[in-house]
C-alpha cells in the first residue's frame, strides 16, 4: 500500500483549494490513492477540484474577485510602467552614465560549456521581477484581508489564464520567424527565459499572497 500521495498535487490542493469541504476531499483523495489510485488519477482529481472550487468561489464572491482582479492587475500594469522608467534612470539613458551598466536593460547571452545561457544583469532582472510580484501577491492579500487566501486564489487563476494563451501564442510566432531573414538564434532562448521567469514571478505572487495575513480557516 502506498502511503505518500503525489507532494506537488495535495500542496496545490491544500492551498488554492476553494471547497468548503477542501479538507474532505484531501482526506478521500489520500485514502482512495492509498487504495491504488494511480498518480496521474491523483493529479486530475487535485486539479478539478481546484477548479471546481475556483468556479464556484467567483460565482458566489463577485465583488471580492472584482477587487482582486482590479488590484492585482493595477499593480501588474503599474510596475510594468514603473520598472522601465526606473532602470532608464539608474542606467542614465541615453548617454549610460548612471549608476548602472546599459546591460540591466537588455538581456544579453553568454557560451557556458557549450551552452547559450543569460549574463549575469538577466538573473538580477527575473529576481528583480519575482519581488515586484512577490509585493503584488502580498497587496493583493493584503486589502483583500480576511479573504486573502480567495483573492489571492482568483488573481492569480487570471494570471495562469493569461500566461496559458500567451505562451503558445509566443511560440507560433517564434516557429513562424524561423525562416524569416531577420531570425534570431537566441529567439528561442528568449522564449525559454521568459517563461521560466514567468512561471517565478507567478510562485512568487503565490507566496506573497499566502504571507499577507493569517491563514483563512
Known amino acids: 500500500m502506498r502511503l505518500h500521495p ?21 482526506g ?3 485514502e482512495r490513492y492509498r487504495q491504488g489510485r494511480s498518480r496521474v488519477w491523483y493529479w486530475r482529481q487535485a486539479l478539478a477540484a481546484i477548479v471546481s472550487g475556483f468556479v464556484t468561489l467567483v460565482r458566489n464572491n463577485r465583488r471580492l474577485a472584482i477587487r482582486a482582479l482590479a488590484i492585482g492587475w493595477g499593480l501588474i500594469f503599474l510596475s510594468a510602467t514603473a520598472l522601465p522608467l526606473i532602470l532608464g534612470i539608474l542606467v542614465g539613458h541615453p ?49 483583500n484581508r480576511p479573504n486573502q487566501r ?16 500567451a505562451v503558445p501564442v509566443v511560440l507560433v510566432q517564434v516557429w513562424r520567424d524561423w525562416s524569416a531573414p531577420g531570425w534570431r538564434y537566441d529567439n528561442p532562448y528568449f522564449f ?3 517563461v521560466t521567469s514567468g512561471i517565478l514571478a507567478m510562485l512568487s505572487a503565490l507566496a506573497g499572497g499566502l504571507v499577507s495575513g493569517p491563514k483563512q480557516v
Open 6 to 26: 503525489p507532494k506537488l498535487a495535495r500542496w496545490l490542493l491544500n492551498h488554492l483549494g476553494c471547497s468548503p469541504n477542501n479538507e474532505g476531499i484531501i
Open 28 to 30: 478521500d483523495l489520500d
Open 95 to 143: 548617454a549610460g552614465t548612471g549608476l548602472l551598466p546599459s546591460s540591466w536593460t537588455k538581456v544579453e547571452w553568454v557560451y557556458v560549456r557549450g551552452w547559450i545561457v543569460p549574463q549575469g544583469d538577466a538573473y538580477t532582472l527575473a529576481a528583480i521581477s519575482c519581488l515586484f510580484a512577490f509585493a503584488i501577491g502580498w497587496l493583493v492579500g493584503r486589502f
Open 150 to 165: 480567495r483573492a489571492i486564489v482568483i488573481f492569480l487563476a487570471s494570471w495562469l489564464a493569461w500566461f496559458l494563451i
Open 192 to 194: 525559454a527565459f521568459g
